[in-house]
């Protein structure tokens, strides 16, 4: 079993940077990929991308492509999501999720993906 709690979220503007935060915790932590998705109101849940086990990998979908890094310290189980030049439609809910799947698949794989975190709302204003 693992838990992943996201953290970091808030109200920010146009252009803003802002870094959001997901710990795992479980004895098997480091046996799982990372990843963020995010869902705004009234639109589906989309892939933002994710990390491997070792922390040397990484796959972006192309919702956020170019403006954001994830990166992962396997010291502290946390993991970031970077996210820079923010725009309104990036308002949503972001979430952390923990599978042991490969990160290029996790996308596609959504609705199987094992360990969700309750997420935490971005607002960007302009």
């Known amino acids: 079993q693992v838990q992943v709690v996201e953290s970091g979220g808030g109200a920010v503007q146009t252009g803003d940077s802002l870094r959001l935060s997901c710990v795992a915790s479980?004895?098997?932590?480091?046996?799982?990929?990372m990843g963020w998705f995010r869902q705004a109101p009234g639109k589906e849940r989309e892939f933002v991308g994710a990390?491997?086990?070792?922390?040397?990998?990484?796959y972006y979908g192309d919702s956020m492509k170019g403006r954001v890094t994830i990166s992962r310290d396997n010291a502290k189980n946390t993991i970031y999501l970077q996210m820079n030049n923010l725009k309104p439609e990036d308002s949503a809910v972001y979430y952390c999720?923990?599978?042991?799947?490969?990160?290029?698949?996790?996308?596609?794989?959504?609705?199987?993906?094992?360990?969700w975190g309750q997420g935490t709302q971005v607002t960007v204003s302009s």
């Open positions: 990390v491997s086990q070792s922390g040397a990998s990484t």
């Open positions: 479980g004895r098997t932590v480091n046996r799982y990929a």
């Open positions: 999720v923990a599978d042991q799947s490969a990160i290029a698949t996790m996308g596609p794989r959504m609705a199987t993906l094992d360990y």
